[in-house]
């Protein structure tokens, strides 16, 4: 019997990374700052991201949220602060895919609420960092009043093709 030999791992988790943390007011049509992403390996790696989980909790005195918007996955750093309501024309240029949450999927209880979206892949060619921002479409604003300690997060499963 012939073992096939595989470089490296095909499938790979890229860990909790939170999109809006604490006391980061995000409000209706405003982005979250854009956080990055370290692809595996020493090299530059393409591949395909499968499957995305989102968390929204609160650590305060609010409510947990359930929100709705984009998370949208670029190429290159777009430099996005929390509360910026436009990105410039060369950042549209780096992103690579826009994965859409909806209010109405979301599975929550009074600790948090969880989201999986496994049918909105996005395709990546070979980098070693992706970087991602969130866009709210919510009318709701993240962290709006005193006490609100609400976090948005996200993990993701990736395929690793090159």
Do not use: C
Request: hydrophobic content about 40%; charged content about 20%; glycine content about 8%.
């Amino acid at each position: 019997m012939t073992m096939l030999s595989q470089p490296f791992e095909v499938i790979h988790e890229i860990g909790v990374t939170e999109l809006v943390g604490k006391d980061e007011q995000v409000d209706q049509n405003d982005y979250s700052g854009s956080v990055s992403i370290d692809l595996p390996g020493a090299q530059p790696v393409s591949g395909e991201i499968l499957a995305f989980t989102f968390f929204s909790t609160e650590e305060g005195s609010g409510a947990v949220q359930e929100p709705s918007g984009k998370l949208l996955i670029f190429d290159a750093d777009p430099a996005v602060a929390s509360g910026d309501t436009a990105l410039a024309l060369a950042e549209h240029l780096t992103i690579l895919g826009i994965v859409e949450v909806s209010a109405s999927d979301w599975h929550s209880d009074a600790n948090g609420a969880t989201q999986y979206i496994y049918n909105q892949p996005v395709a990546f060619h070979a980098l070693k960092t992706l970087y991602a921002a969130w866009f709210h479409e919510d009318a709701t604003s993240l962290n709006s009043a005193a006490g609100d300690d609400e976090k948005l997060r996200f993990n993701a499963w990736l395929r690793r093709d090159s």
